[in-house]
């Protein structure tokens, strides 16, 4: 990447972009998406993502801000795995129980087109 000289009409436009949206925490690319679109609508030069990421990392620690963020709904990585004996038990059931879904349904269907047949209206009572 070329080294970006930054003038303040630059950074005043940058600061505009980022308000509402900052570039840390887990959301931090889809706000740098608006950033990006934003200060390239104020700006006259226009920039790449990583060009706005690599001043902002001049201008904040970035990666200890992200560090810092609290996280709404903190998740733990467990390693987990389940066990095979339910799983293939569960498909079995579930194709058992479509099975037995497609034949009542059939079975519906073929009641209610015999049970509906109805005389023509042209059939009527004449005088």
């Not at 889809?30 to 700006?43: G, P, Q, T, V, W």
Request: aromatic fraction near 8%; charged fraction near 30%; hydrophobic fraction near 30%.
């Amino acid at each position: 990447m070329s080294c970006v000289v930054w003038t303040p009409e630059m950074e005043v436009s940058l600061f505009y972009a980022m308000i509402d949206h900052k570039p840390i925490g887990e959301n931090k690319h889809f706000h740098m998406a608006f950033i990006y679109e934003k200060f390239n609508n104020l700006s006259d030069k226009k920039l790449s993502i990583e060009q706005i990421w690599q001043h902002l990392d001049t201008l904040y620690d970035l990666k200890g801000l992200d560090e810092n963020e609290i996280v709404a709904f903190p998740n733990e990585e467990v390693e987990f795995s389940l066990p095979e004996i339910k799983l293939k038990n569960k498909s079995e059931n579930d194709n058992d129980q479509n099975k037995t879904s497609e034949k009542s349904n059939k079975a519906e269907s073929r009641k209610s087109t015999s049970g509906n047949k109805s005389q023509p209206r042209s059939a009527s009572k004449k005088k």
